[in-house]
């Protein structure tokens, strides 16, 4: 990895300067960009922007790259409910086993020079200067290695971008954050050209509409059953407890798949799921996610994770609360999702923090299936960046298995590379706080072909067949938003 130069920006408090309705936005832009040429290190420019969905700001973005965070604001989502980072300002890479310990070096550099160079005078804010604060995009491969070949040329094993643009909103007001060092703020017409056709661009409507499908392979479906009974011969051995099987499927469209209008889908369906998008060339492949469960949120000392794991069909003839009851009930189900709230709750121990979770798991019910669900907090005794925390997670029981060294195995060898499908994706601030998102229910998009996953959690007890069932299930997520109803069967 190349070494990340020292970058000096302004304090947080200071960095998105603003722009309050009915003032001159133009020439406080160019008074901001004069502001810019002349500063040292990095600049933060934020301007007022419409309040719109990340799949308009995704088209306006064109062929340039782009990550996109999408969801429901919660309070303790602290309220932001989309960000899309445009283009490139500039950008972390990590690379094999030493991954994670590049990108955190990365951003702890951005961080101690941010602290010995901060601006001795007060620019004005947007109100809660906070909301339009410079972040980081990105994500990481299941494990290094693999995502270096096609469908995943780009991605790499772990990278994050600082955007040349981040669009942020919050539900009520939204915000364009231009990203400039000093070299960058030297040619002011390009950014007002560039701010300009952002503005006519977000006043657009995305359809969600796609080229039909022509073809849809499911895999081998006697394959993954036989996985499914190797591992559960494993286990029965003693040799491990769980192991997550993935299958993919392969969609063939009769046109180049539009990732906006994917992205539209997700948001119309998947509601209660983060939506995701991350795309390193701007002229590449994509990947598309709609996951319901975060792997880890920092806010200051306060950390926050998802146990997600145990899961039922929704079925529309039979009541919601039936169904959570069944689910609650299952001894196997509650097994699986003992062995993930464990391995959190020690993770989260062996850092320092303080842990607390309910007693007894609940359930989140989403579109089409019903997880057992167990949130936990914790509080740390000291200082973190939240990609220290992804890294002594990921990857949970949840995704991957436990015991961990032994379920990975099992992955590497008897599937073909995950890419970044399961991985920890999203964002994080100059200040190491931020959130990660565990990319299940996802895809890569290349060109006319949708490479797609899913995954069942197999232990003591599982169905070969139910198990099939269940990553059908999980399929119509993305499939849904190709616009294909039909997960596969037996055919």
Known sequence: MKAVPDIAVERASDVAHAFGVGEPVDATFDGELERARKASGWSFIAVPAPVVGAPVVVAAAGSQPVVAWSSTARSDRGGVEVIVGIGIAHELR????????????GARTM????????????????????????????GVAFVPGAADRAPWTGFGDAWFVLPRWTYVHDGTRAALVLALDAGDAQHAARWRDELASLRTALDRVVAGTQPPMTALDGGDRDAFRMQVSSITDAIARGEVAKVVAARSAVVTLADVARIPDMLAQLDERQTECVRLLVRPDGGGNAFVAATPERLVRLAGSTVSCDAL?????????????????????????????ALVVDAIASALHQLGAEVSMPDAPGVRTLRQILHLHTPITAE??????????????????????????????????????R????????????????????????????GERAHLWAGAGIVAGSDPDRELAETDLKLRAMLGALGVTEAGGDR
């Open 111 to 138: 961080h101690v020079a941010r602290a010995t160079r901060t601006s001795p005078r007060l620019l004005q804010t947007m109100p809660a200067a906070d909301f339009a604060r410079p972040r980081f995009l990105g």
């Open 94 to 105: 990590g690379h094999g086993a030493a991954r994670w310990r590049e990108v955190i070096a």
């Open 309 to 337: 794991a145990g899961s039922v069909a929704r079925r529309a003839e039979v009541p919601d609360a039936e169904t959570a009851a069944t689910l609650l009930g299952s001894a196997k189900d509650r097994r699986e999702h």
């Open 419 to 446: 890419g970044w499908y399961a991985s920890p994706v999203g964002w994080f601030d100059l200040d190491g706080n931020g959130e990660l998102a565990v990319a299940i229910r996802s895809g890569v998009i290349a």
């Open 380 to 417: 740390l005794r000291e200082p973190r960046h939240v990609l220290e925390l992804a890294a002594a997670l990921h990857p949970t029981p949840a995704v991957g298995g436990t015991p961990t060294a032994m379920a990975t195995e099992w992955i590497s060898t008897s599937e073909s590379p």
